[in-house]
């Protein structure tokens, strides 16, 4: 038995380990999709309602809303209609 204290282990590498991602990352455009589509699900059902809308499987659009909106303009754009009256709903129009 060792009569080192298991607290006072060798000091911590300076260097962070970061794990690659087995996924590429996104391209900007979608990138900046997602992003857009995010800030505008929040704005318009706040936070807790936006998650579940976001990932949430939608018959109605055919996918996840934030899927389709970050695979395509033509997908965010679809998202973006679908959300408009909620929009509408939150600055009172």
Do not use: C, W
Not at 70 to 79: E, K, L, N, P
Request: aromatic fraction near 4%.
């Amino acid at each position: 038995m060792s009569n080192e204290d298991p607290d006072q282990t060798a000091p911590a590498s300076r260097r962070p380990h970061f794990r690659r991602a087995n996924q590429p990352k996104l391209p900007p455009d979608a990138a900046l999709r997602q992003g857009l589509v995010t800030k505008l699900a929040l704005q318009s059902l706040g936070k807790d309602e936006a998650i579940a809308y976001l990932n949430r499987d939608n018959a109605a659009l055919g996918g996840r809303p934030l899927d389709l909106a970050t695979a395509s303009a033509d997908g965010f754009r679809r998202v973006e209609l679908d959300l408009a009256p909620a929009q509408g709903d939150r600055t009172g129009d």
